[in-house]
């Protein structure tokens, strides 16, 4: 049969596509990436002035050096070591260009003898006067370690036989890396909203009159909501940094595809949501300061739920390039597609049942957005009834994923990841509740002049806590929509494919 053939074809192409040199920007973007995130994160951990301690430079700098040594290395082992070398010092260059948007907090210092919240000088004034040579020397540094960990990453790639990916493997890693670095955005974001953080710098995209990245860190670690607020905005632009990018890989990768219109429109839709949810968020700030208007409590309350869907969005594009990347090497590789054996009827009753659990979520959502942002009984009650709801539907989908999973190791892996997150959700859904401060009936964010004359008590450890856990139940509650759209798109995908198949609806 001609089927029998094409296997032995694949296996030729891909042993002589494995001698080849291989994609170089692909793997040092992964790699990069990877790195800036896992370093930003540990940035805002020993930063964040809210456990009553924060770590010195001179202790967080060789931490986060060191953090960046492993990242690399360990992300530079999945790359062929002939290319480790390369690849490694364009990702080290590239790491250390991104974290730019961070380093400049350390290049400033504020004017005059007063070390205020205002006290940072506008635009490149308060610049020290070393500071180019630092930014240059941080730039080497990354070239040396990126150099450093390539050899080593190398080394261990040969012991793997690492083998050489096409863009498309590569790009669905971008992509996966891109959505798991949404997830310490929406916890940032979420703490924001939970400490009443939203209002704690007062113009936008400035910070005190100061250019964003040049703001002192000096200044921003005096007060948690401060740093809170200010860290958000600097994590965004940087989450910014990485969409664009991986917009950008989506159509090197697939050049010459005539397939890949649809995965391309998935990129450009993932880059729009974060550029609206940027301007939402300063749209946000100017309005807040508006005794007189309501405008900036709705787009608080928009910015929050578009966070949300962004999320949604970017797991649904690195499934899809993660999925077409999966598909290309199992055709190279010769492994045959397996037979569905899903009846048509299931997959029309898991189809409805999954657009019916989207819809649930995506409601429940709202309400919990709208008590979050307005501090209304209402939405709170509704929030706390319709959760029934929204379980017993995550229960029903995820059983008939797992049921009517038989090859799809996707149906598998989203049916039990809902059980588990929605279980999750609906207890930490009764610990925030518990946690509420019901002397309190509506929003009270503290403004920035407030702060700045010490009008506001600091931040305590229980705030922090508090804050901490609602966040995390905000957090579970993108995921669990993250999966429920992902097990709609999932499902769609292959009852679109049985009939497009000519597969008669109500047979095996």
């Keep these: 049969?001609?089927?029998?053939?094409?296997?032995?074809?694949?296996?030729?192409?891909?042993?002589?596509?494995?001698?080849?040199?291989?994609?170089?920007?692909?793997?040092?973007?992964?790699?990069?990436?990877?790195?800036?995130?896992?370093?930003?994160?540990?940035?805002?951990?020993?930063?964040?002035?809210?456990?009553?301690?924060?770590?010195?430079?001179?202790?967080?700098?060789?931490?986060?050096?060191?953090?960046?040594?492993?990242?690399?290395?360990?992300?530079?082992?999945?790359?062929?070591?002939?290319?480790?070398?390369?690849?490694?010092?364009?990702?080290?260059?590239?790491?250390?260009?991104?974290?730019?948007?961070?380093?400049?907090?350390?290049?400033?210092?504020?004017?005059?003898?007063?070390?205020?919240?205002?006290?940072?000088?506008?635009?490149?004034?308060?610049?020290?006067?070393?500071?180019?040579?630092?930014?240059?020397?941080?730039?080497?540094?990354?070239?040396?370690?990126?150099?450093?960990?390539?050899?080593?990453?190398?080394?261990?790639?040969?012991?793997?036989?690492?083998?050489?990916?096409?863009?498309?493997?590569?790009?669905?890693?971008?992509?996966?890396?891109?959505?798991?670095?949404?997830?310490?955005?929406?916890?940032?974001?979420?703490?924001?909203?939970?400490?009443?953080?939203?209002?704690?710098?007062?113009?936008?995209?400035?910070?005190?009159?100061?250019?964003?990245?040049?703001?002192?860190?000096?200044?921003?670690?005096?007060?948690?909501?401060?740093?809170?607020?200010?860290?958000?905005?600097?994590?965004?632009?940087?989450?910014?940094?990485?969409?664009?990018?991986?917009?950008?890989?989506?159509?090197?990768?697939?050049?010459?595809?005539?397939?890949?219109?649809?995965?391309?429109?998935?990129?450009?839709?993932?880059?729009?949501?974060?550029?609206?949810?940027?301007?939402?968020g300063g749209i946000r700030v100017r309005y807040g300061f508006n005794d007189g208007s309501k405008a900036g409590q709705y787009f608080a309350f928009l910015h929050g739920v578009l966070a949300q869907f962004y999320f949604a969005a970017s797991v649904l594009m690195s499934t899809w390039a993660l999925s077409r990347s999966r598909q290309e090497r199992g055709i190279v590789g010769g492994v045959a597609p397996t037979s569905d054996e899903v009846p048509m009827k299931a997959l029309k009753t898991l189809r409805t049942l999954m657009m019916v659990l989207v819809g649930a979520v995506v409601i429940q959502l709202l309400f919990g957005a709208l008590y979050r942002h307005t501090r209304a009984p209402h939405p709170l009650w509704s929030h706390v009834g319709f959760s029934i709801v929204v379980v017993v539907m995550a229960m029903a989908g995820g059983a008939l994923l797992t049921k009517n999973a038989g090859s799809s190791r996707g149906f598998m892996r989203v049916g039990k990841s809902l059980f588990h997150t929605v279980g999750l959700q609906f207890v930490l859904g009764w610990v925030a509740f518990f946690l509420i401060d019901w002397t309190k009936n509506k929003v009270e964010i503290p403004k920035a002049q407030e702060i700045v004359a010490n009008q506001v008590a600091d931040l305590s450890r229980g705030d922090a806590v508090s804050g901490l856990v609602r966040t995390i139940h905000q957090v579970n509650g993108a995921v669990l929509l993250a999966l429920a759209v992902l097990g709609l798109a999932l499902v769609w995908r292959r009852y679109s494919t049985r009939l497009n198949a000519g597969t008669a609806v109500g047979t095996p």
């Design 1 to 280: 049969m001609s089927t029998s053939s094409q296997p032995c074809v694949g296996s030729a192409q891909s042993s002589e596509s494995l001698q080849g040199t291989g994609p170089i920007f692909g793997p040092m973007l992964a790699v990069a990436l990877a790195t800036v995130v896992t370093m930003w994160t540990a940035w805002v951990l020993t930063h964040v002035p809210l456990w009553g301690w924060t770590a010195s430079p001179e202790i967080t700098g060789p931490v986060l050096i060191s953090i960046m040594a492993v990242a690399l290395t360990l992300g530079l082992s999945r790359v062929p070591a002939s290319k480790g070398l390369v690849v490694g010092l364009g990702a080290g260059v590239i790491t250390s260009a991104i974290n730019l948007l961070a380093l400049g907090s350390m290049l400033t210092e504020p004017t005059g003898s007063a070390s205020t919240l205002t006290s940072a000088a506008p635009g490149a004034e308060g610049l020290k006067p070393n500071a180019a040579l630092m930014a240059g020397g941080f730039l080497a540094l990354g070239a040396v370690v990126g150099a450093v960990a390539g050899l080593v990453g190398s080394a261990i790639a040969r012991k793997r036989s690492t083998k050489v990916y096409a863009p498309s493997v590569w790009l669905g890693r971008i992509a996966l890396i891109a959505s798991l670095s949404i997830i310490p955005m929406l916890t940032l974001g979420g703490m924001v909203t939970s400490t009443a953080s939203g209002l704690a710098v007062p113009d936008w995209p400035g910070t005190y009159g100061a250019n964003m990245f040049l703001y002192p860190i000096s200044l921003m670690a005096q007060d948690a909501r401060v740093f809170l607020e200010h860290s958000h905005r600097l994590y965004g632009a940087m989450l910014g940094v990485i969409t664009i990018l991986m917009t950008l890989y989506t159509f090197v990768a697939t050049k010459n595809k005539p397939d890949a219109k649809g995965i391309r429109l998935m990129a450009c839709t993932v880059l729009g949501l974060v550029i609206i949810q940027g301007i939402m």
